[in-house]
């Protein structure tokens, strides 16, 4: 069973254009949500931890927020340079490795 | 060093060669993680260490894949007998330790394309 799910697959913006990234997920004790940003040929970069509900935080235009069952990854005012595909990912209820969502590609156009 | 990193960067092999991907760690991190990324999908677990041990291989995909740790630094991820569904990039992050929680850094990854 799918712990984390990204929505949508894909998001195409324009620039100036704000939206927001969903992911939802499934552990019982939650220990950390991260977000990363992946661009094409490189591995993923880290971007946030958030570890309670209403625990926000923010990086130029970006800004994580959690709930109890989710998070948003809000970009305000996008610009081209954001276009990557935004991970997010949590530890299991057992095990190490972070379990990852498949990613929203997201595309700003100028 | 100041980053993961990885080695080689892009590697095309035949069906049925061996291949070995090398990781070097963020130094003074004791957690190593390998997992795979194929076109399209999304990271798939395959391997942890803590320290030179390997606590979880669970996402090992058969035997023909193995890893191991050195001096508790240096990883490599080997796959014997290689078929063209194992083309794809082989990423390797560390983390300080291996407590959930913490934060993992991915190095570029090793791109594997079998023919």
């Known amino acids: 069973e799918d712990q984390v799910t990204q929505s949508p697959e894909a998001l195409r913006l324009q620039e100036g254009e704000s939206s927001s990234l969903n992911c939802s997920y499934t552990v019982s004790g939650l220990r950390g949500l991260f977000w990363y940003r992946q661009d094409p040929g490189k591995g993923p970069e880290f971007l946030f931890t958030?570890?309670?509900a209403g625990e926000e935080k923010e990086k130029e235009r970006l800004k994580a927020t959690l709930t109890k069952k989710e998070s948003f990854l809000h970009i305000t005012a996008p610009k081209p340079e954001d276009s990557a595909t935004y991970l997010c990912a949590v530890p299991p209820d057992s095990g190490y490795a972070l379990n990852f969502g498949k990613g929203t590609s997201l595309l700003v156009t100028p | 060093g100041a980053g993961v990193s990885q080695s080689p960067s892009n590697k095309v092999t035949e069906k049925g060669k061996d291949v070995e991907l090398r990781c070097d760690p963020i130094s003074g991190h004791t957690a190593l993680y390998w997992y795979r990324q194929s076109l399209g999908q999304g990271l798939e677990f395959l391997i942890y260490?803590?320290?030179?041990?390997?606590?979880?291989k669970s996402g090992l995909p058969s035997d023909r894949f193995s890893a191991e740790r050195t001096g508790g630094s240096v990883s490599t991820l080997t796959i014997q007998r290689t078929q063209q569904e194992d083309s794809a990039v082989y990423l390797c992050?560390?983390?300080?330790?291996?407590?959930?929680?913490?934060?993992?850094?991915f190095g570029e990854g090793s791109w594997l394309t079998v023919v």
């Open positions: 260490f803590q320290g030179n041990s390997a606590p979880d």
């Open positions: 958030l570890y309670s």
């Open positions: 992050a560390s983390s300080f330790t291996g407590s959930s929680g913490n934060t993992i850094y």
